[in-house]
């Protein structure tokens, strides 16, 4: 939501409604009333019509009274890049607050963070975003763990908190593109203004200044679980999916417009989507993707949330490889005599693409002048007739990209077939065989 002090700025909060989280689509009021979980008491309820994720910048009115259904978009979002800061060298550090991070099962959790964090930068969310955003990929400086007893922590205990982490002396090469990731214990509340994480506050990302005057930039999140902080994980609700997930979200936007609470002007924003706003809100705030599609597993096993990609036009973590135009030549031997009925010319190729086109470029000597019988036979067996013009003498290329070789997989052994049934002694003194076709590596989207 716009905050109404800094037109320009101020990141919207993550927020995934209680009632979004349990399956209501957003925009539209519960039919019935809102029945919370036994777990937990919800003490805030939607206003009609409205869920606390939509502001007036949202989706939602831009479709009108048509909620968007899982999966499907009310309108394309699109990543403007208004002129100001993006992060090319972005820094990680991982603030743990609480005394829950010096237990076992805290230990654990914070283990987990912490390779999360170390192996984010090489993933494939980081190909699309560092290729098509222009920013680093995300390096690793270290964890502090800030022990007390936390129940509560607002935007005055995070700033604390960076401070704190930021001069502790235990992490090193922090800068003006470090970002302190601060992590709550479960069930502490984080809070923003008058929302917080009882209610479906993920987390929010922002900066504050630092002693050299530097801005300090944090991401916070909140612990997800069923009753706090964003529980994408469903009804198996996983904590360390929840988390990795959320943090991919602020940092992802934490990289793309590391300004925008600061901002005062648009040119001082990053990446940002005029209606939808900063890249993790587009799938998840306004409800473009369902919770349980709008996330998927990294080469490192890792849960991060999918996120918008222009060129691709779709919510992706690795980037969609576009298909590749292969062109491969290959030659059938030569100065081939027929001198019996048939003739079977190999003619191989290497690498694999879906056939898009194929030139027959070949020299024939007919001294009857009747039409030749030629036939190609694809690697799969599929037989192409190949038609020859009724002339004593034929050279040149023949498209036979009509024929019904679109489609069918180059690599393997072709054969030209050349049938001469009265011996009239046709030769074939040439042939070779050009293929186009396109290479398509599948993108990695499965939740
Ligand atoms: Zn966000």
Same mark, same amino acid.
């Given at each position: 939501?716009?905050?109404?002090?800094?037109?320009?700025?101020?990141?919207?909060?993550?927020?995934?409604?209680?009632?979004r989280q349990n399956g209501v689509p957003p925009g539209v009021a519960p039919a019935a009333p809102f029945v919370p979980a036994p777990v937990g008491a919800l003490s805030w309820l939607v206003?009609?019509?409205?869920s606390i994720a939509l502001g007036a910048d949202s989706f939602d009115d831009r479709a009108g009274s048509s909620a968007p259904g899982p999966g499907r978009l009310p309108a394309m979002p699109?990543?403007?890049?208004?002129?100001?800061?993006?992060?090319?060298?972005?820094?990680?550090?991982?603030?743990?607050?609480?005394?829950?991070?010096?237990?076992?099962?805290?230990?654990?959790?914070?283990?987990?963070?912490?390779?999360?964090?170390?192996?984010?930068?090489?993933?494939?969310?980081?190909?699309?975003?560092?290729?098509?955003?222009?920013?680093?990929?995300?390096?690793?400086?270290?964890?502090?763990?800030?022990?007390?007893?936390?129940?509560?922590?607002?935007?005055?205990?995070?700033?604390? =908190? !960076?401070?704190?982490? /930021?001069?502790?002396?235990?992490?090193?090469?922090?800068? @003006?593109?470090?970002? &302190? %990731?601060?992590?709550?214990?479960?069930?502490?509340?984080?809070?923003?203004?008058?929302?917080?994480?009882?209610?479906?506050?993920?987390?929010?990302?922002?900066?504050?200044?630092?002693?050299?005057?530097?801005?300090?930039?944090?991401?916070?999140?909140?612990?997800?679980?069923?009753?706090?902080?964003?529980?994408?994980?469903?009804?198996?609700?996983?904590?360390?999916?929840?988390?990795?997930?959320?943090?991919?979200?602020?940092?992802?936007?934490?990289i793309t417009d590391p300004d925008v609470a600061t901002a005062q002007s648009w040119d001082q924003i990053g990446y940002y989507d005029p209606l939808g706003g900063e890249i993790g809100d587009? =799938? !998840?705030?306004?409800? /473009?993707?369902?919770?349980?599609?709008?996330?998927?597993? @990294?080469?490192?096993? &890792? %849960?991060?949330?999918?996120?918008?990609?222009?060129?691709?036009?779709?919510?992706?973590?690795?980037?969609?490889?576009?298909?590749?135009?292969?062109?491969?030549?290959?030659?059938?031997?030569?100065?081939?005599?027929?001198?019996?009925?048939?003739?079977?010319?190999?003619?191989?190729?290497?690498?694999?693409?879906?056939?898009?086109?194929?030139?027959?470029?070949?020299?024939?000597?007919?001294?009857?002048?009747?039409?030749?019988?030629?036939?190609?036979?694809?690697?799969?067996?599929?037989?192409?007739?190949?038609?020859?013009?009724?002339?004593?003498?034929?050279?040149?290329?023949?498209?036979?990209?009509?024929?019904?070789?679109?489609?069918?997989? /180059?690599?393997?052994?072709?054969?030209?077939?050349?049938?001469?049934?009265?011996?009239?002694?046709?030769?074939?003194?040439?042939?070779?065989?050009?293929?186009?076709?396109?290479?398509?590596?599948?993108?990695?989207?499965?939740?």
């Amino acid at each position: 939501m716009a905050d109404p002090v800094n037109p320009f700025g101020k990141a919207r909060s993550f927020i995934v409604s209680r009632e979004r989280q349990n399956g209501v689509p957003p925009g539209v009021a519960p039919a019935a009333p809102f029945v919370p979980a036994p777990v937990g008491a919800l003490s805030w309820l939607v206003p009609a019509g409205k869920s606390i994720a939509l502001g007036a910048d949202s989706f939602d009115d831009r479709a009108g009274s048509s909620a968007p259904g899982p999966g499907r978009l009310p309108a394309m979002p699109h990543l403007t890049f208004m002129g100001g800061r993006i992060l090319d060298k972005p820094k990680v550090v991982n603030v743990f607050v609480g005394d829950y991070w010096n237990t076992d099962q805290g230990k654990g959790d914070a283990a987990h963070m912490n390779g999360f964090v170390n192996t984010l930068g090489a993933s494939g969310l980081y190909d699309m975003l560092s290729s098509e955003y222009n920013v680093g990929r995300p390096a690793y400086l270290g964890n502090v763990v800030i022990p007390g007893a936390v129940t509560k922590i607002g935007p005055d205990e995070i700033a604390a =908190a !960076v401070k704190q982490a /930021a001069t502790s002396g235990q992490v090193q090469g922090g800068d @003006n593109q470090t970002i &302190y %990731a601060i992590h709550l214990p479960p069930q502490a509340l984080l809070t923003d203004g008058t929302v917080d994480s009882s209610q479906g506050l993920g987390g929010f990302h922002g900066s504050v200044p630092g002693a050299d005057g530097n801005p300090l930039l944090f991401s916070a999140i909140a612990y997800g679980d069923a009753t706090n902080g964003i529980n994408f994980s469903g009804r198996d609700v996983n904590s360390r999916d929840n988390n990795t997930i959320t943090l991919s979200h602020e940092l992802a936007e934490a990289i793309t417009d590391p300004d925008v609470a600061t901002a005062q002007s648009w040119d001082q924003i990053g990446y940002y989507d005029p209606l939808g706003g900063e890249i993790g809100d587009l =799938a !998840v705030n306004d409800g /473009a993707v369902d919770l349980s599609e709008a996330y998927a597993r @990294n080469k490192d096993g &890792y %849960a991060v949330q999918i996120e918008w990609s222009n060129q691709d036009a779709r919510f992706e973590m690795d980037r969609a490889r576009p298909p590749k135009l292969l062109t491969q030549l290959a030659s059938g031997p030569v100065g081939t005599k027929l001198s019996s009925t048939e003739a079977q010319l190999p003619i191989s190729f290497a690498k694999n693409a879906d056939v898009t086109k194929v030139l027959l470029n070949l020299s024939l000597i007919n001294p009857s002048g009747r039409a030749p019988q030629l036939r190609l036979t694809s690697p799969s067996g599929r037989s192409i007739p190949v038609p020859v013009p009724a002339v004593a003498n034929f050279s040149g290329p023949l498209d036979i990209t009509d024929r019904g070789v679109q489609g069918l997989s /180059a690599k393997g052994t072709w054969f030209l077939s050349v049938v001469d049934p009265n011996n009239t002694g046709m030769i074939l003194s040439s042939v070779s065989m050009k293929v186009e076709g396109t290479s398509k590596e599948p993108a990695n989207e499965q939740p």
